[in-house]
């Protein structure tokens, strides 16, 4: 009889699997600088997925030159309000923040998600700017706008830092400078077939065992001292007289911050009823606000705030937009 082994399967390049300690994914990385200064990123909530028919355009393809059907993403990207500029300089080896100020007129809206500083405590433009050749990074402190989204329940918006990139610290002064107290659009930030990173926390499965949780296999018992099936066989030897974290066992599973690399943008819009399906999406509704579509599948839920950056290691295609014959407005209902 053939020897049973079977290696247990899951990686543990993720542990500790834990819940995400907040739902706005923390990103610590952005692309490198480029000539141009401009905010690096963007967000917005995810509305559900659907396919379109396009030109398959990747070099030496199979299906080069082909129509060919692929699965997109619509995520709904109202513009964000830019409520503060904050500046950094080196310190220990890292960076930290040496001064902000405040936009004179804040969104009514972000007093459901903070106490607004007063505005004596920040520092004003000019002080920042006498103190530029010290500075290291310039970032703005942005939020999205989710009470005019008719999809997401929450009306509290999401606060996160963007940093503006490229350029000359003076040129990035002078570009959130202007950004302060505005609203900026996703077209100012991305355009149609650049490639991006998606930052999201994916769907939460609560405790699962260790089957579903890590993919090893049901145990097939050699005797009838027990029942149990759906465990792992042997939790280690006798000495060290310890559990190893190795071992696969039950615990949470999903809810956890996740990364997608190189997503291309298929299509942006401001007009939702060019892309929302009879019926509108399961679970979140119709798009009233601008949107962008992105191909293949992104991390969690619909409604989930959906962080995107410029790609950190994008590939040798080129960023160009693709040829888009049809999407599909099919109801995704079953009717």
Not at 291 to 318: D, F, N, T
Request: glycine share 12%.
């Amino acid at each position: 009889m053939a020897k049973i082994h079977r290696p247990r399967r899951g990686s543990l390049a993720f542990s500790p699997r834990k819940r995400a300690k907040s739902e706005i994914p923390r990103i610590r990385c952005w692309a490198g600088d480029g000539e141009k200064a401009m905010m690096a990123g963007f967000a917005g909530y995810k509305a559900g997925m659907t396919h379109m028919i396009m030109v398959d355009d990747r070099a030496r393809s199979l299906t080069e030159g082909m129509e060919i059907s692929v699965p997109v993403t619509v995520v709904e990207v109202p513009p964000m309000n830019i409520a503060a500029l904050r500046v950094y300089d080196k310190y220990n080896g890292g960076m930290r923040p040496i001064g902000e100020t405040w936009a004179e007129e804040l969104s009514p809206a972000l007093a459901r998600a903070m106490t607004p500083p007063q505005q004596k405590r920040g520092t004003s433009i000019d002080q920042i700017k006498a103190g530029a050749k010290d500075l290291v990074d310039v970032r703005v402190l942005a939020h999205t706008n989710p009470i005019e989204i008719s999809g997401v329940p929450s009306k509290v918006p999401d606060m996160m830092e963007m940093p503006i990139t490229g350029g000359s610290i003076a040129d990035r002064l002078e570009v959130a400078a202007a950004l302060l107290g505005n609203q900026v659009p996703f077209s100012s930030v991305f355009s149609i077939g650049d490639w991006i990173d998606v930052v999201a926390v994916t769907k939460g499965k609560g405790t699962q065992g260790p089957v579903k949780r890590w993919g090893i296999a049901v145990q097939k018992r050699k005797h009838a001292r027990t029942g149990k099936k759906r465990h792992v066989g042997n939790l280690g030897p006798w000495h060290p007289a310890r559990i190893s974290w190795r071992v696969p066992q039950l615990g949470q599973m999903g809810y956890q911050q996740r990364t997608e690399f190189n997503k291309r943008i298929m299509g942006a819009g401001s007009n939702g009823e060019d892309i929302t399906p009879d019926g509108g999406f399961p679970g979140y509704g119709i798009i009233r606000n601008d949107y962008v579509v992105i191909k293949g599948s992104l991390p969690g839920p619909s409604k989930r705030l959906i962080r995107m950056r410029k790609a950190i290691r994008p590939g040798s295609e080129p960023a160009k937009a693709p040829q888009v014959l049809h999407v599909s407005k099919e109801s995704k209902q079953g009717l």
